[in-house]
């Protein structure tokens, strides 16, 4: 590396920092971009990928990253004696980010997929949850006996590169469907009548049935399919893999993991 080369990133560097630094206190929104500080792999340090728009999962509360996810990568980075750091990333960065070593594992509310197998190591799942719908509440006896109701004008929305996405695409082919980057936009569309249901992670249509309540919104309750979420590792990083295993036995074991899924999401079985 040059000379000129070396002033030139460190000047990068620094005008990075200085932004960050300027932007504390700002929580960026489900809908804003982010420009995750590049942090170089040390093996006193647990960097952790997050997309933070998923209540109760990940999500930001002011300037703090919380949720299940949260919680649990506390845990794991204490047992494993190392600093915590979330990286910040958009949902479809994720396995890129992994494979390029920018993070070390995914913690962000990931379905376990064949396709997903291909390029990456899961380790044991930490929870089963499926898709759920959330619809207006004066709309919900429709489907008392199931997802038949749909006319020709209906429409679904699903949040795209999802397994929500993959849900409605093969069981709803006939239905016209919108795609979303974010959960916020697909219930407003859903208050304006411009969608009639929104499919996604049941514990994410929880969370937004709750919030939405006095707004008319309610979940019909039932999960339409059943999806082990785990966290992702590199297929190399064998050491991590075989230890986050072994955290998560003897967490389920002691009835800690049992205590913090329900503290996140109550109605969880």
């Known amino acids: 590396m040059g000379k000129n080369e070396c002033i030139c990133r460190f000047t990068a560097v620094f005008f990075i920092l200085s932004a960050l630094t300027l932007a504390a206190g700002c929580a960026p929104t489900a809908g804003q971009k982010t420009d995750p500080v590049i942090i170089p792999p040390d093996q006193n340090v647990l960097r952790v990928g997050v997309t933070t728009n998923s209540p109760p999962l990940i999500f930001r509360q002011g300037n703090k990253i919380v949720g299940l996810e949260a919680d649990l990568a506390r845990e794991l980075a204490a047992y494993l004696g190392k600093s915590l750091r979330f990286v910040e990333l958009k949902w479809d960065d994720q396995i890129p980010a992994l494979l390029e070593n920018r993070t070390d594992i995914i913690m962000s509310g990931m379905t376990i997929t064949r396709l997903r197998k291909v390029r990456v190591a899961f380790a044991l799942s930490y929870f089963e949850s499926g898709q759920m719908a959330l619809v207006r509440r004066k709309d919900a006896a429709r489907y008392g006996t199931g997802l038949f109701s749909f006319t020709t004008s209906s429409a679904i929305g699903a949040i795209r590169d999802t397994t929500g996405e993959f849900y409605v695409e093969t069981q709803f082919s006939s239905v016209k469907r919108k795609l979303y980057t974010n959960p916020d936009a697909a219930v407003k569309d859903l208050i304006k ?77």
């Open 193 to 269: 009548k411009e969608i009639d249901m929104f499919i996604h992670d049941a514990p994410m249509i929880l969370y937004l049935a709750s919030v939405n309540e006095t707004r008319g919104l309610t979940d019909l309750f039932v999960r339409l399919t059943k999806e082990p979420l785990a966290w992702a590792v590199r297929k190399d990083d064998v050491a991590l893999l075989e230890s986050t295993n072994i955290f998560l036995r003897s967490f389920n074991e002691t009835g800690e993991l049992s205590k913090i899924v329900k503290y996140w999401i109550p109605l969880a079985n």
